[in-house]
């Protein structure tokens, strides 16, 4: 079995890569990878050696290069993680979230028509539904819940979902789609929420929590998101939906407080800053669907996620020290500078 992975060198793709890598020794797993601001080589490197595993550094709007390595491959699936994954950065500049998530998933989709494949999976998010209330703990999002978009990110992110489905009634693409909850654990980007706590905290630096840190978020730890994104590809049924999410709901501020308390600073280090613009208040999972079908649970639970992800971040220094000294420092200034 072939496997291009894409976006294989940011979180939650190389995450899979070395989920796939271990559980399968005999797959072949190419990493297709254009390497923006948010994919890391540095991340790859304990794969880079591995005979099974190749990495190309391309776009997947670059059509030519897209069909270049199918004809080099012949993969037998593809997993589509590539994507500009980050609400605040859509929220700037919204130009490159469309042309990656939903042209390059375009792009991507047609070499997989041209050439023949076994899966098309695309992931996606829970972000597609837009927002619950926080006052209606009974509503959860399921895979019938209408799509309903807040920021350009979301936006982009469904529109992808919508061709996908496109792509399987017009040509009979043989796809799947996964919306997940947000997720937590190794090598995340230090401008998400919980990386960025945690680098923060150890330097002593502002906590800084959107407006009254209210807003929920349903965590899940990465591995358990690429164990179920393992058992769709296998067994998930051609042409459905998937919603992946452990039922851990918890409010932004408590998060912060518990990054604090584990790494013994100050609650004065949180600063409440101005709140993000079209912010959704809560994202909750049904994840009964997957659960009946294909017999998918979390396994790691929250408290003991957090404490694993703190760790890595404790012993893997180097790695996000080398990012937030780069030109993620401009970023920072620009989103975080001004913000009161
Ligand atoms: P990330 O930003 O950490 O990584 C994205 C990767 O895609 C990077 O390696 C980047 O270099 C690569 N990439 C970006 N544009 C590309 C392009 N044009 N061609 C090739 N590669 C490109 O993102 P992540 O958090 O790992 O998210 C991965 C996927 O999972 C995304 O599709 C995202 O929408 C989805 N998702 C994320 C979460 C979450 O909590 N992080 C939750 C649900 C779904
Ligand atoms: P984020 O990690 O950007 O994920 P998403 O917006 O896709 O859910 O943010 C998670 C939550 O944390 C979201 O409600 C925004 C909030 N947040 C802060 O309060 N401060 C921050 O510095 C960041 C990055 C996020």
């Known amino acids: ?65 897209v069909n270049k390595l199918f004809e080099e491959e012949h993969p037998d699936m593809v997993v589509n993680f590539a994507a500009e994954s980050h609400v605040d950065r859509s929220i700037e500049n919204p130009s490159v979230f469309l042309e990656t998530n939903i042209l390059g998933t375009q792009v991507m989709m047609d070499a997989c028509r041209k050439y023949g494949i076994k899966r098309y999976h695309q ?35 469904a529109s992808a979902d919508l061709l996908v489905m496109a792509y399987h009634r017009t040509f009979g693409l043989p796809v799947t789609i996964s919306r997940c909850s947000n997720n937590y654990g190794p090598y995340h980007f230090p401008e998400k929420l919980i990386p960025l706590m945690i680098a923060n905290a150890l330097n002593d630096k502002p906590l800084p929590v959107y407006g009254k840190g209210e807003n929920v978020r349903d965590w899940l730890y990465v591995e358990d998101h690429c164990k179920a994104i393992d058992l769709i590809i296998h067994k998930g049924r051609e042409g459905e939906v998937y919603n992946i999410g452990g039922h851990n709901e918890m409010k932004n ?88």
């Not at 584990?262 to 004065?268: F, I, M, R, V």
């Open 1 to 65: 079995m072939t496997i291009i992975v894409t976006g294989g060198a940011g979180f939650i793709g190389s995450n899979f890569v070395f989920h796939m890598l271990k559980k399968y020794p005999d797959y072949r797993i190419i990493c297709l990878d254009c390497l923006t601001y948010a994919g890391n080589l540095s991340t790859l490197k304990s794969v880079m050696d591995n005979p099974n595993f190749r990495f190309v550094k391309a776009s997947i709007t670059d059509r030519e290069a």
């Open 123 to 157: 992931v996606s998010t829970d972000e597609v539904y837009g927002d619950l209330p926080l006052d209606r703990p009974d509503l959860f999002f399921t895979e019938e819940t209408p799509i309903h978009t807040s920021s350009p990110y979301s936006a982009s992110k």
């Open 253 to 340: 501020i408590d998060i912060v407080k518990i990054i604090v308390k584990e790494l013994g600073k100050s609650e004065d280090l949180i600063t409440y800053v101005a709140d993000r613009k079209g912010h959704d208040m809560r994202y909750a999972i049904d994840p009964t669907k997957i659960h009946n079908e294909l017999g998918w649970l979390p396994e790691t639970k929250f408290a003991d996620g957090i404490k694993k992800t703190i760790q890595w971040y404790l012993d893997n220094k180097e790695w996000w020290e080398e990012i937030i000294s780069g030109e993620y420092q401009n970023y920072y200034e620009k989103m975080y500078g001004n913000r009161g």
